[in-house]
């Protein structure tokens, strides 16, 4: 089994910035690629971003298109979000994802393994 972990969520003005960190542990080697997904209150769970087993990949939805990067470090079993210039409506619970497979997904039921998720707040 894997299990994701996130961190570095939390509550943040408009305009501002964090870094969320998902660390995989387990049978780290029977994952490849990885995602984040978010869902507000209210709302369907919404894909964000997504990579491929080397980083060399990367899909992201329109909604975060030049704000938001993903990126891995395979070393420290650890996927990265760089949320820049957040807006009150990046307001969710964000979760990282595994897939067994190198094969870049932007349908949650594709992904194998999920973390609990981590609170994104932006104040407006």
């Known amino acids: 089994q894997v299990q994701l972990v996130e961190s570095g969520g939390g509550l943040v003005q408009a305009g501002g910035s964090l870094r969320l960190s998902c660390v995989a542990s387990?049978?780290?080697?029977?994952?490849?690629?990885m995602g984040w997904f978010r869902q507000a209150p209210g709302k369907e769970s919404e894909f964000v971003a997504a990579?491929?087993?080397?980083?060399?990949?990367?899909y992201y939805a329109d909604s975060v298109k030049g704000r938001f990067t993903i990126s891995r470090d395979n070393a420290k079993n650890t996927v990265y979000l760089q949320m820049n210039s957040l807006k009150a409506e990046d307001t969710a619970v964000y979760s990282c994802?595994?897939?067994?497979?190198?094969?870049?997904?932007?349908?949650?039921?594709?992904?194998?393994?999920w973390g609990q998720g981590t609170q994104v707040t932006v104040s407006s």
């Open positions: 990579t491929n087993w080397r980083g060399t990949t990367t």
């Open positions: 994802a595994a897939r067994k497979i190198n094969d870049i997904a932007r349908v949650a039921d594709r992904y194998d393994y």
């Open positions: 387990g049978r780290t080697f029977s994952i490849y690629a």
